[in-house]
């Protein structure tokens, strides 16, 4: 609900006179109006339009304002409509059911009108509030998992990760694999071309980490300054290997003139590969030493390339 766009008021009632007077009350207070003439038709606009405020009348045909209401809470998911209950009804019964239903708040008839306006005002206020809350914690949420630099999973993000994959394969005693790439050269690199061109050059290896972890579950990270990091979960040797060379093929393929490097007139990549089928006597940090071992041996033999390690006792 921006500010530009009035709210939007869905109406449900069967009674055709009250629609018509509670329209008018709502649109005159600025808000758009949507109606509905039974709990039926109320779930499907209300599914169609996610309306701001519903104004639920509790008896009806077909389905009443009760089922209505609890079937709403159910679509509702992350986005919380608040739902006032209009109704003859005042006995404490009633009253209960509409809470018990999951409205916010209640208002019998006839209805008070200056009271329903103010309430309704309310609740528009705390729709807007609850969507800013929502908005600034997704902000949050991302600032919180993804690396400013790069726009992949920062290394907060990949230790959760690693840790949850690395419980899940447990369960299931599934392989799990883990790359390391460091870039070669680096320092040489930002000392040639600066350190803004430094940036420029993790920015576009990051893009090949990413695209080279195709699956859903696989996840790319900036691992620390120049070093990156792909958890592949239910995957073999094999198969992180073909991802550790996919990796160096990229990066290489991007040509990113490295007059400097002792490798190659241009940007490569050294990786470590390991793969383990987690347990209790191993843990994440054993397999993120063993990548490195197998990166420090990629580097050792030259770099531009991939090594392999296992962790021996279970793999
Ligand atoms: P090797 O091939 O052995 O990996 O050598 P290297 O020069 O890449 O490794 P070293 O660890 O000596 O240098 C890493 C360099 O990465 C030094 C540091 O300034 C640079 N670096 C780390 N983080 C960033 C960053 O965010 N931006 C830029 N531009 N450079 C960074
Ligand atoms: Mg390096």
Redesign the pocket.
């Known amino acids: 609900m921006s500010e530009i766009t009035p709210p939007l008021i869905l109406i449900a009632d069967d009674d055709k006179i009250t629609r018509m007077v509670l329209r008018q009350a709502m649109e005159q207070e600025g808000y758009q109006v949507v109606e509905a003439i039974d709990g039926e038709s109320c779930l499907a606009i209300f599914s169609r339009l996610r309306p701001d405020v519903v104004l639920l009348d509790a008896i009806m045909p077909i389905m009443d304002g009760f089922a209505c209401c609890a079937r709403i809470q159910q679509l509702q998911g992350a986005t919380q409509t608040p739902v006032l209950m209009i109704t003859g009804l005042e006995d404490q019964d009633s009253v209960d059911q509409a809470f018990t239903a999951g409205a916010v708040d209640y208002i019998t008839k006839p209805i008070h009108w200056a009271v329903l306006r103010q309430r309704v005002r309310r609740l528009i206020q705390q729709v807007r509030l609850y969507r800013q809350l929502e908005e600034a914690n997704s902000k949050l949420q991302r600032l919180a998992t993804v690396d400013g630099?790069t726009q992949i999973a920062n290394r907060r993000r990949f230790d959760e990760y690693l840790e949850h994959e690395w419980q899940r394969m447990m369960r299931e005693r599934l392989p799990l694999s883990l790359i390391l790439g460091?870039?070669?050269?680096?320092?040489?690199y930002?000392d040639t071309y600066g350190?803004q061109a430094?940036?420029d050059c993790?920015r576009k290896v990051a893009q090949v980490m990413q695209m080279a972890a195709k699956r859903a579950i696989d996840l790319s990270a900036r691992y620390g300054?120049?070093e990156f990091a792909v958890i592949l979960p239910h995957t073999e040797q094999s198969g992180a290997i073909q991802v550790a060379d996919d990796i160096r093929v990229g990066v290489k393929g991007l040509e990113i003139a490295h007059a400097s490097s002792k490798v190659a007139q241009a940007v490569t990549i050294?990786l470590g590969v390991a793969t383990t089928i987690p347990s209790q006597a191993s843990s994440p940090e054993m397999l993120i030493m063993a990548a490195d071992q197998a990166l420090y041996q990629a580097?050792a033999a030259g770099?531009d390339r991939y090594c392999t390690d296992a962790i021996e006792s279970d793999y």
Do not use: A, P, V, Y
């Open positions: 630099l460091d870039i070669d050269c680096f320092k040489l930002n350190h430094g940036d993790l300054g120049e050294s580097k770099r």
